[in-house]
Antibody, heavy 125, light 109 residues
Framework: EVQLVESGGGLVKPGGSLRLSCAASGFAFSDYNMNWVRRAPGKGLEWVSSISSSSSYIHYADSVRGRFTISRDNAKNSLYLQMSSLRVEDTAVYYC??????????????????WGQGTLVTVSS | EIVLTQSPGTLSLSPGERVTLSCRASQSVSSSSLAWYQQKPGQAPRLLIY???IRATGIPDRFNGSGSETDFTLTIGRLEPEDFAVYYC??????????FGQGTQLEIK
């Protein structure tokens, strides 16, 4: 079964740090682009960061650039998100998601599937 | 950055009804780069549609996506009780800034 399981969430004070992990199983983790997405209370989904299969390409949303660092360990089938200088507005459920897709002669299709169940990060004094 | 605007924000409907959800992009989005997700409380988002109109594996045929360029829709042909959830569209045209719409809440009347 293809599965993603996040861990590492918790309560942290503003300015603090936290490291999230995402354990992958049931598929060739090293073949896929991986992502972090968050959902703040009462708000919608927000893409946070992506990392290519070999870690060659890394991208961040403007809201977290310079404070969050995405990484992966293909030998351990794991994805990470190191979060520092945390703000109250970073409070959210954080999901890891695999980017799937394929290309035909004319189009390239992309999607996020599967997603993990999420881990809650609460930033509060 | 491409902004996706979903409407309406909330819909109150009854099981058995047909519903159409809208996702409008601030600039043209490749049809192959538009996906729809369903999210229920306490659960992870679930992929419904990719390529604007291609149902993901295991998705019932009452879910249909359509549209092009800046206007996309998700239609649920006949609402089942399990369909009441939040629905999001997402674009991949401006890869890797994979922006989402703000979501449409579908609630039971």
């Amino acid at each position: 079964e293809v599965q993603l399981v996040e861990s590492g969430g918790g309560l942290v004070k503003p300015g603090g740090s936290l490291r999230l992990s995402c354990a992958a199983s049931g598929f060739a983790f090293s073949d896929y682009n991986m992502n972090w997405v968050r959902r703040a209370p009462g708000k919608g989904l927000e893409w946070v960061s992506s990392i290519s299969s070999s870690s060659s390409y890394i991208h961040y949303a403007d809201s977290v650039r310079g404070r969050f660092t995405i990484s992966r360990d293909n030998a351990k089938n794991s994805l990470y998100l190191q979060m520092s200088s945390l703000r109250v507005e970073d409070t959210a459920v954080y999901y890891c998601a695999r980017r799937g897709g394929y290309c035909t002669s004319t189009n390239c299709y992309k999607w996020f599937d599967p997603w993990g169940q999420g881990t809650l990060v609460t930033v509060s004094s | 950055e491409i902004v996706l605007t979903q409407s309406p924000g909330t819909l109150s409907l009854s099981p058995g009804e047909r519903v159409t959800l809208s996702c409008r992009a601030s600039q043209s989005v490749s049809s192959s780069s538009l996906a729809w997700y369903q999210q229920k409380p306490g659960q992870a988002p679930r992929l419904l549609i990719y390529g604007a109109s291609i149902r993901a594996t295991g998705i019932p045929d009452r879910f249909n996506g359509s549209g092009s360029e800046t206007d996309f829709t998700l239609t649920i042909g006949r609402l089942e009780p399990e369909d009441f959830a939040v629905y999001y569209c997402q674009q991949f045209t401006t890869s890797p800034q994979y922006t989402f719409g703000q979501g449409t809440q579908l609630e039971i009347k």
